[in-house]
């Protein structure tokens, strides 16, 4: 299997750690949104990574939909999503808002380090602030000690690590660790682990 993006995504580097996890063989071909438009409008057609090739010659759009494919080839047992049931629904929940916060972090990207000087909105900038800290609070809120579901890590951490960790990287002022121990602690437990040590973040 091919994995299309950098690891500064926060996007790709969920999938990446997921399948380390899993311990799947994968190729990476680091294609940036931005050097390599065509190229990555070439393999998905919203020009966006991560894309999964797979060796059927497949391939698979959005984090999301390959995830729930890597899942199901993991099986049931190993799943970091439960199959079913309130555990299920609480890792997509909290799966949701973090990856709202990866969003907000990229979008705030663009607005202030990507637009000509002068033209950056103040407005949405603050907008899009307020919602990441919202977000946080709620993370915090959940308490995971060691991991969102309590004793084992579910991809409700991969996910939340993942967007942290691009979050620090990126826009670091909105993390305080201060005003969030407990998802101070989850980053820096999760980024220890093997499957994340094989997938570092890495400025692109």
């Given amino acids: 299997m091919i994995l299309i993006g950098q690891l500064d995504s926060p996007f790709a580097r969920r999938v990446a750690v997921t399948m380390h996890h899993y311990g799947m063989s994968f190729e990476r ?3 940036s949104v931005f050097a390599h438009q065509a190229d990555v ?7 966006r990574v991560p894309a999964l090739v797979l060796d059927n010659g497949e391939t698979l759009v959005d984090s999301t939909m390959i995830l ?5 080839e993991a099986g049931p ?3 970091l999503t439960p199959a079913k049931g309130p555990e299920r629904r609480r890792v997509l929940l909290t799966v949701a808002v973090a990856l709202g916060v990866a969003e907000k972090v990229v979008a705030l990207n663009v607005e202030t380090k990507r637009r000509a000087p002068g033209t950056t909105d103040p407005r949405i900038v603050q907008r899009f602030s307020e919602q990441s ?11 995971p000690d060691p991991w969102f579901l ?4 579910t991809q409700a951490d991969v996910t939340a690590t993942a967007m942290l960790t691009h979050m620090v990287n990126r826009q670091g002022h909105l993390f305080d660790n201060g005003a969030y ?10 980024e220890t682990l093997p499957p994340f040590q094989a997938a570092p973040f890495i400025d692109g």
Avoid: F
């Fill in 181 to 190: 121990p407990m998802l101070k602690a989850l980053r820096e437990r999760a």
């Fill in 29 to 31: 071909k680091p294609l």
């Fill in 41 to 47: 409008r070439g393999i998905n057609p919203l020009g």
């Fill in 77 to 79: 047992t190993r799943a």
């Fill in 68 to 72: 729930d494919y890597l899942d199901e």
């Fill in 150 to 153: 309590g004793g084992a890590m």
């Fill in 133 to 143: 800290a919202s977000a946080l609070r709620w993370l915090e809120a959940q308490q």
